[in-house]
């Protein structure tokens, strides 16, 4: 595969990752900041560990032992799911109903925890490795969950997720190490609302596969499904600006 | 991890339980088309469940919008 045509298929995958890596980087940092690096680091490596585990274990008899068609279907079913989800919540925080996601908030929230708990300097701070272990893992699922996703058709699929999302990381760690600071100018209502376009995408995509639908151009028909999904949620944030004006900032289960 | 996949389902259950079963609902309707209709059904399952996905989110934005709306007028009343 030469790099552009895996550039195009990893994407999807470095995208929706990178949401992921900037939720986990942001309590990592908070943790190393407050009560020093070495625990936070520790903690970030057992998470990689454990989630390489879990990949090579269910990832891998999941995607050798069920069928394709059934893992298409299934895994279809839950990308539109999760997608709508993303979408949903997107598209009302662009309109005002529900609070902007701030990382700066979440790092300093997470800040005022940590410092709260205090720290014995001769011990290994075991709060600072679970608080760190607990991010990476929960966030790391995701990604796992986000590769076998965009890689659920195998081969080239599954080769440009794994290599999207272990950009993403590179990428998002890179960013983290360099500016030592929450990554708050990552515009990330921005990316969950293109992720959670994708993701119905690809639901829809795999979903319709799944019952024998050959889409015309194949995969090409992908960035036409995501544009009728973006279109469809330009019109509700029309609509839901005209309902509401002056927004709500209201609880997000409460809408 | 399992407080994430609870935290996940109950999201998906409760706070977005109507998105969730409309969803559901979308794709159960596209199976029954795809096993019952034929060689045609075939060729159309995917734009048909396109447009009723798409159908129901901007229908669940503007219930959610007129939810906001009137939580609201309630609160400044």
Same mark, same amino acid.
């Given at each position: 595969?030469?790099? @552009?045509?895996?550039? @195009?298929h990893a994407?999807?995958?470095?995208?929706?990752s990178?949401?992921e890596?900037? /939720?986990a980087t942001t309590?990592?940092? !908070?943790?190393g900041?407050?009560?020093g690096?070495? !625990?936070p680091?520790f903690?970030t490596?057992?998470a990689?560990a454990?989630?390489?585990? %879990? %990949?090579a274990?269910?990832?891998?008899?999941i995607v050798?032992i069920?069928?394709e068609q059934?893992?298409k279907?299934?895994?279809? !079913?839950?990308l539109?799911?999760f997608?709508?989800?993303?979408?949903r919540?997107?598209?009302?925080r662009f309109?005002?109903?529900v609070a902007?996601h701030?990382? +700066? $908030?979440?790092?300093q929230?997470?800040?005022?925890e940590?410092?709260a708990?205090g720290l014995?300097?001769?011990?290994?701070?075991? %709060?600072? =490795?679970l608080v760190a272990?607990k991010?990476v893992?929960?966030?790391?699922? /995701?990604v796992?969950?986000i590769?076998?996703? =965009?890689?659920?058709?195998?081969?080239i699929?599954l080769t440009a997720?794994?290599?999207?999302? @272990?950009a993403?990381?590179?990428?998002v760690i890179?960013?983290g190490?360099?500016l030592?600071?929450?990554?708050?100018?990552?515009? +990330? #209502?921005?990316?969950?609302?293109g992720?959670?376009?994708?993701?119905?995408s690809f639901?829809?995509?795999?979903?319709? /596969?799944?019952l024998?639908? +050959?889409?015309?151009?194949d995969?090409? &028909? @992908?960035?036409? %499904?995501v544009? !009728?999904f973006?279109a469809? &949620?330009w $019109?509700a944030?029309?609509?839901?600006?005209?309902?509401?004006?002056?927004?709500?900032?209201v609880?997000?289960r #409460?809408? | 991890?399992?407080?994430?996949?609870w935290?996940?389902?109950?999201g998906l259950?409760?706070?977005?339980?109507?998105l969730?079963?409309?969803a559901?609902?979308?794709?159960a309707?596209?199976w029954a088309l795809a096993?019952?209709g034929?060689?045609t059904?075939?060729?159309?399952?995917g734009w048909?469940?396109?447009?009723?996905?798409l159908?129901?989110v901007?229908?669940?934005?503007?219930r959610?919008?007129?939810?906001a709306?009137?939580r609201?007028?309630?609160a400044?009343?």
């Amino acid at each position: 595969m030469d790099p @552009i045509t895996l550039a @195009i298929h990893a994407t999807p995958a470095f995208v929706a990752s990178a949401v992921e890596f900037v /939720e986990a980087t942001t309590i990592v940092l !908070a943790v190393g900041v407050t009560r020093g690096w070495r !625990a936070p680091l520790f903690g970030t490596l057992a998470a990689a560990a454990t989630l390489a585990v %879990i %990949i090579a274990t269910v990832g891998v008899a999941i995607v050798t032992i069920v069928p394709e068609q059934l893992l298409k279907g299934v895994v279809g !079913a839950l990308l539109l799911l999760f997608g709508l989800r993303w979408l949903r919540k997107a598209v009302l925080r662009f309109a005002g109903i529900v609070a902007i996601h701030d990382e +700066e $908030l979440i790092y300093q929230r997470e800040v005022a925890e940590l410092r709260a708990q205090g720290l014995q300097r001769k011990e290994f701070d075991w %709060i600072g =490795f679970l608080v760190a272990y607990k991010a990476v893992l929960l966030e790391g699922t /995701e990604v796992a969950f986000i590769v076998v996703a =965009f890689g659920a058709a195998g081969g080239i699929a599954l080769t440009a997720a794994t290599v999207g999302a @272990i950009a993403a990381g590179l990428f998002v760690i890179a960013l983290g190490v360099a500016l030592k600071q929450p990554l708050t100018m990552v515009p +990330e #209502n921005w990316l969950k609302f293109g992720v959670g376009a994708m993701l119905c995408s690809f639901g829809v995509f795999w979903f319709s /596969e799944a019952l024998g639908m +050959e889409w015309p151009g194949d995969a090409v &028909s @992908i960035p036409l %499904i995501v544009l !009728a999904f973006l279109a469809a &949620s330009w $019109l509700a944030i029309r609509m839901l600006r005209a309902l509401l004006p002056q927004g709500a900032r209201v609880e997000a289960r #409460n809408v | 991890m399992f407080r994430s996949i609870w935290a996940t389902l109950v999201g998906l259950l409760i706070e977005d339980g109507q998105l969730a079963i409309g969803a559901l609902l979308a794709l159960a309707i596209t199976w029954a088309l795809a096993n019952t209709g034929g060689e045609t059904a075939h060729e159309v399952v995917g734009w048909v469940l396109l447009a009723l996905v798409l159908v129901l989110v901007v229908a669940n934005l503007y219930r959610a919008g007129v939810g906001a709306r009137a939580r609201m007028s309630s609160a400044h009343r």
